[in-house]
């Protein structure tokens, strides 16, 4: 590697400054106005000629510079004293392997070779050489580092009917920066979670340590050779999008290294993937939760689906666990009850151990009761009162409705309750929000349409009339 070479003055001044001001390369570098591996190397080369400062008074700049600058004979014959440099860095992302350890077993079998100095000031000089992805010096196993990319993908969601932006979660092992990513639709918490674990799976191991929000020459990777190729391509949905990314990924992983023998596969198995913790027996699951106080109709609420639990615990404040996939209610960190997850709003789950039998308390809420406290308030609030009851295939489903309805009457009064109950009646509403949308917006204030409206039949060959099929 060809060196500046400096004045003979400049050169002491280097010295100088180091030996006698103490002062550290960068600020010699500042001050003579050079580079700071210049500084290195002229210090390197000094340690190595075995000098002493301040140098004898007999030593002429010549034999300095001689000292300094070994003729080519000396140089080729300690470049054959060179370790294996590429050997060196791979060893040195096994757990507790050092540079130290390294140059003792190097001078076991190089007794001539390097001292410790020389030796890591060429393995710098090296590892600059190579990409900067590959210079960092992170153990086996040790680091898995996390984030999301900039780039977004556009994705056509059927269910909402809309273009969404995907977002692109990105996780790289700092030993053999092995990558995995994948498309979610958010950076919610759920997703970020989610994303973590499946690609704990798909390293097949656990590292010791997650980094997250530093991870940004891994991204660049995965932005250029994965999704700006991905770029013209249009997507109808994550599932068909992550497809398409784990071909890339595959393909990101296997592509041999530009500086390095192998690929970012090889180096996984050789190094990262045996020092992976194990999996878990178990995958993680996301739960979240949250309290819910045990209504008169014996369920609980959550996102405005109902699910049922013991009456003996009617008036209850339960803890309520919920994943994607299930539900479970615990009361004094005992479980009482556990579901399949629904997303059908307005609607019940209801197991039938969970209902009373001949229990006193739940003896006191009854259709009938209901039905009698609707009569107080008019024939329309009757006939509402029917209707939610005999909407559900329990009548103790609508039991929260028909509660809540009457209630009404606290707030807007009898006369105006039965008006919107009539109003509700006549559009087919069968529960709750509905009257209390009506009474909010003043609706029950407003005449109905004539309900009845003649219809005249229309005259056409091609009708056949209500007579065709008596």
């Known amino acids: 590697m060809p060196t500046e070479r400096l004045t003979m003055r400049k050169t002491k001044e280097v010295f100088r400054l180091k030996f006698d001001c103490k002062l550290s390369n960068r600020k010699i570098a500042e001050s003579c106005l050079m580079a700071r591996s210049t500084v290195a190397e002229y210090l390197f080369r000094f340690q190595r000629a075995a000098l002493s400062w301040p140098l004898p008074e007999a030593m002429d700049d ?25 050997y060196i860095h791979s060893e040195l992302r096994r757990k507790g392997v050092t540079l130290s350890l390294l140059w003792q077993e190097y001078k076991v079998r190089n007794p001539a070779g390097y001292q410790y100095s020389q030796f890591c000031y060429w393995y710098r ?9 590959m210079r960092q010096e992170h153990r086996a196993g040790e680091k898995l580092f996390v984030d999301y990319a900039g780039m977004t993908i556009p994705v056509y969601d059927r269910q909402a009917a809309k273009t969404r932006e995907a977002q692109i979660f990105v996780a790289v092992l700092g030993a053999s920066n092995y990558c995995f990513t994948e498309a979610t639709w958010t950076q919610s918490l759920p997703d970020w979670i989610a994303s973590h674990a499946r690609a704990f799976a798909y390293f097949g191991g656990v590292p010791r340590i997650v980094v997250p929000d530093n991870l940004k020459t891994g991204v660049q990777v995965v932005e250029r050779w994965i999704l700006a190729r991905l770029r013209d391509h249009q997507f109808f949905g994550l599932h ?20 390095l023998p192998g690929s970012r596969k090889s180096l996984f198995e050789d190094l990262d993937q045996p020092a992976l913790k194990p999996l878990p027996v178990c995958p993680y699951q996301y739960a979240e939760w949250k309290k819910a106080r045990v209504n008169i109709d014996y369920h609980i609420e959550v996102d405005r689906h109902y699910y049922s639990v013991p009456y003996l615990l009617i008036q209850k404040q339960l803890d309520v666990r919920i994943t994607p996939s299930t539900l479970e209610c615990f ?37 009938q009761r209901f039905i009698h406290w609707a009569e107080k308030i008019g024939p329309q609030t009757v006939q509402l009162i029917e209707n939610i ?8 489903q609508g039991f929260r409705s028909c509660l809540g309805v009457l209630r009404l009457a606290k707030s807007y009064g009898d006369q105006r309750l039965e008006a919107a109950c009539k109003r509700a009646v006549a559009i087919g509403g069968v529960s709750y929000r509905s009257v209390e949308s009506i009474l909010k917006h003043n609706l029950d204030q407003k005449p109905l349409l004539d309900e009845a409206v003649a219809i005249t039949p229309i005259s056409h060959i091609n009708i056949r009339g209500a007579h065709y099929y008596q």
């Open 125 to 133: 000089q090296w590892a600059k050489k190579i990409d900067p992805v």
């Open 62 to 86: 010549t034999q300095f510079e001689e000292l300094l600058f070994p003729s080519t004979s000396l140089t080729s014959n300690t470049e054959r004293l060179l370790p294996d440099w590429l």
């Open 240 to 259: 068909q999008l992550n497809q398409a990314i784990t071909i890339l990924l595959t393909e990101l992983n296997q592509k041999p290294f530009q500086k």
């Open 389 to 396: 009851l005999n909407s559900r295939s329990l009548p103790q």
């Open 331 to 367: 009361y004094k960190n005992k479980r009482v009850a556990s579901h399949i997850r629904s997303y059908q709003q307005g609607r019940h789950t209801t197991v039938k151990e969970h209902m009373p039998k001949s229990h006193q308390k739940w003896a006191e809420w009854t259709p």
